[in-house]
């Protein structure tokens, strides 16, 4: 299926936004030290602004406004699980990985 575009600026916008992010998103396959669940957090973010957007554009800006009755709970529902979506997409992007502490074992007492 297929989103009918009202003109070629709406494809500009969309590559401007994932222009910036595909470096930290596939850095991962270049060898970069950013894991991939680092990687996962940052397309969750970016997925959730795309979302959030094309519901808006779409379903108030080109969409009728005769349903708002309806829209504006489900807009915000929509918005709210999308803003969940962002904060854990953007707590798994900037959280640090931290290597494994090196633990030393205690000195065995002798039985006497």
């Not at 297929?2 to 470096?23: C, E, P, Y």
């Not at 959730?48 to 080109?62: D, N, Q, R, W």
């Not at 962002?86 to 090196?102: C, D, H, Q, R, Y």
Request: proline share 4%.
């Amino acid at each position: 299926m297929t989103v009918a575009l009202s003109n070629m600026g709406d494809i500009r916008n969309l590559r401007k936004l994932f222009k910036a992010h595909t470096a930290m998103i596939f850095a991962v396959q270049a060898g970069d030290q950013l894991g991939a669940s680092r990687a996962l957090g940052a397309l969750l973010c970016v997925a959730c602004v795309v979302i959030a957007v094309a519901h808006l554009y779409y379903g108030y800006y080109k969409g009728p406004r005769l349903h708002l009755a309806f829209a504006l709970p489900v807009t915000a529902g929509l918005l709210v699980v999308v803003g969940l979506g962002f904060w854990l997409g953007w707590i798994m992007a900037t959280t640090k990985e931290v290597s494994p502490a090196a633990t030393t074992a205690p000195p065995e007492e002798e039985e006497k």
